[in-house]
């Protein structure tokens, strides 16, 4: 079968539409949908098609428009909330997290709150301490929240119709990175379930649990380590609440080293639950512990100055030679692999 | 002008105050173990407006929203209950007197968070739109204090920019817990911000029930009919006892029994009860008293929630 090969924005962008011509229930709003830029093409000519009252900008109130969706959701609609920066949901938190995650069990099961929270994380080029934050592990904090954050084509429209069709609220993240790269999409509808992590590649020495761009990040990590006779297996959680620790618990059981590259702060991270979760599980069926590491954003604020930026994310190089040394301690071994291409490339101003 | 029976808001009136002073009197045998904000004093606001409303009417309220809940239709039953953390409650025992919900009759729930449910109200009205219900609207229940919240700005900008179906009842009691309006507003023109924003608002004053009423049936008309978009009114009222508990608070040093006295003088429940004849109005009590009674029975023979309960509904 040819393989039909969009970008991640496009698959999103065609989850949408497909959903909203599926279900006229569905809609959705945000600063920009409607602008020129079109969230970087993901809701690109979908005004055109569904008009105004389905897909409309919004003032510059992402508290009281969280609320709008909670409130269009308690009637019964499908909201999608989009946001162009993670870091603007910060001001959406009360309604998220004391509403949207609370209301179906406050009031004793009587209410569903069916609505996505989209939005976009990562570096680009220079976005500096509030355009670059990935704030997931916040939600993953939160019983009532799934947190969504697909790193393929295929996985991004997969999960985003799952999520418009999930009836709990989602949040749902896109790294800047991910937007323009390429893979198989079918052009149906399809679902991806939540809770299911991918192994992206097989190996047997050491596993690499990515999360969001670190997983193609890790990947070229994993090519790197080839070199150095380290077979890598990558292993893509897709969805953090729920999260599949199975599918981890497998792999590390089997490489008795994992790394997790995580696309944030590692400390009280995705990658911290995780390690959590396997020292618990390791202990409690009394097994040799494995070695594990996390590696993150750097523990500082993300300046936008270029060499600092630089420093300031994990790259191929750094999760190879942390993988690395995990395996073999400090004899000295270096990676190339500094910038990736699509950073390299990446021109502003937005 | 079409007149309300007075009967019917007596009822209301009478059975809101009675609730709430039971409530009191129970709570300090522990049965309640839970938070409770009472109405008592500031019925009128949430009955007037509520015998104006329809029952595909939505409401959202505060954390004192036991008068919202029951003169919107919610069950009383379920709503002590609830307040015992039985299974049978509102909420199954799971949202507690600050979150009643009853969505059969248009009650959509409370926060205890000031301002959460404004725009929730506004989102609700922004639904109403999209699905071209004519005889729908929402309502959006909020104290002095929600005023002060980022949120009810936005709430009111988006409102008005979208001519919503929605009222906007601002119920104010002079304080956001103890802290007065004057120390938190640098003027006292609540309507007048609501106005800024693009919509008609008045204050009625005097906590008057037949006014309130009577204003809130005209501005439906007008959303419905499509003459409006969202319409704003603020509520003088005042509340008699503590900001949260059974008692009152008068020697703490805040506020003061003189300050009260009017509010008292001006009490709605003997307003409405002395135009009623006096049998009717008996009448209308003895029934309500059965009906409290038969509430708080039902409660306390109500089971509490099974353990495995504590994990359900967490998702859909």
């Given at each position: 079968m040819k393989e039909r090969i969009l970008t991640y924005a496009e698959a999103i962008r065609e989850a949408q539409e497909q959903e909203m011509a599926r279900d006229s229930s569905v809609f959705m709003f945000g600063m920009g949908v409607d602008d020129h830029i079109a969230m970087w093409g993901t809701t690109a000519g979908l005004q055109k098609r569904f008009g105004a009252s389905r897909i409309f900008d919004t003032p510059l109130s992402e508290d009281a428009m969280t609320g709008v969706a909670i409130g269009a959701a308690l009637a019964g609609l499908r909201p999608i909330h989009a946001h162009?920066?993670?870091?603007?949901l910060l001001l959406a938190m009360n309604q998220i997290v004391n509403i949207a995650a609370k209301a179906r069990y406050m009031y004793g099961g009587s209410v569903n709150i069916p609505a996505v929270f989209r939005s976009v994380i990562g570096r680009s080029w220079g976005q500096g301490a509030q355009h670059s934050q990935a704030l997931y592990s916040f939600f993953m904090h939160v019983p009532g929240l799934k947190v969504v954050i697909p790193s393929t084509p295929y996985d991004a429209k997969g999960t985003l119709i799952q999520s418009i069709r999930d009836n709990n609220p989602v949040v749902f993240i896109e790294h800047r990175m991910l937007h323009t790269m390429k893979g198989h999409v079918p052009a149906k509808p399809y679902t991806v379930p939540f809770g299911r992590a991918r192994v992206l590649k097989q190996g047997s020495d050491v596993t690499i649990v990515g999360i969001s761009y670190m997983v193609p990040e890790s990947l070229r990590a994993a090519h790197l380590l080839e070199d150095a006779g380290i077979r890598v297996e990558v292993i893509d959680p897709v969805t953090l609440a729920p999260l599949d620790m199975d599918t981890i618990l497998r792999s590390v059981k089997k490489t008795k080293h994992l790394l997790i590259a995580d696309n944030a702060w590692p400390t009280c991270g995705a990658g911290a639950e995780i390690i959590a979760r396997i020292v618990e599980y390791f202990q409690k069926e009394k097994l040799a512990l494995p070695k594990l590491e996390r590696l993150g954003f750097a523990a500082t604020t993300c300046p936008p100055s270029r060499p600092l930026e630089d420093r300031f994310y994990p790259n191929p190089r750094t999760i190879a030679e942390a993988a690395h040394r995990l395996l073999h301690g400090r004899r000295p071994w270096t990676a190339k692999g500094e910038i990736s291409k699509e950073i390299a490339e990446f021109r502003g101003p937005f | 002008m079409k007149s309300i029976s007075h009967e019917t808001l007596y009822r209301s009136l009478y059975r809101i105050r009675r609730v709430e002073e039971e409530i009191a009197r129970v709570y300090p045998t522990d049965k309640i173990q839970s938070p409770v904000h009472l109405s008592i004093g500031q019925e009128a606001v949430s009955v007037g407006v509520a015998e104006a409303l329809k029952p595909q009417d939505a409401v959202f309220g505060t954390y004192r929203s036991h008068a919202l809940y029951l003169a919107k239709g919610g069950d009383l039953k379920k709503m002590i209950a609830e307040l015992y953390g039985k299974h049978t409650g509102s909420n199954k025992g799971k949202g507690g007197s600050m979150h009643l919900i009853d969505v059969r009759v248009g009650v959509m729930g409370a926060s205890a968070i000031v301002g959460t449910t404004i725009p929730q109200a506004v989102g609700f009205a922004l639904a109403i739109r999209y699905r071209g219900d004519r005889d729908r609207i929402a309502v959006s229940f909020f104290g002095d204090g929600g005023v002060d919240e980022g949120v009810w700005h936005e709430s009111m900008n988006f409102a008005a920019l979208r001519k919503l179906p929605v009222i906007f009842i601002c119920e104010n009691n002079f304080y956001a817990i103890h802290s007065h309006e004057r120390a938190r507003h640098a003027r006292a023109n609540i309507v007048e911000r609501a106005r800024a924003y693009g919509m008609p608002a008045e204050r009625i004053e005097g906590n008057d029930v037949l006014k309130i009423y009577e204003r809130a049936r005209r501005a439906r008309q007008a959303i419905t009919a499509g003459k409006s978009g969202p319409i704003f009114f603020e509520c003088m009222t005042y509340r008699w006892r503590q900001h949260v508990g059974p008692g009152d608070d008068y020697d703490q040093g805040y506020r003061t029994k003189k300050e009260l006295e009017p509010w008292v003088k001006n009490d709605q429940l003997p307003r409405i009860g002395n135009l009623l004849a006096p049998k009717k109005r008996a009448a209308i009590e003895r029934a309500v008293e059965r009906e409290i009674k038969a509430a708080f029975a039902y409660a306390e023979k109500s089971p509490f929630p099974k353990v495995e309960e504590l994990f359900t509904d967490v998702f859909a």
């Open positions: 162009i920066r993670m870091d603007f | -």
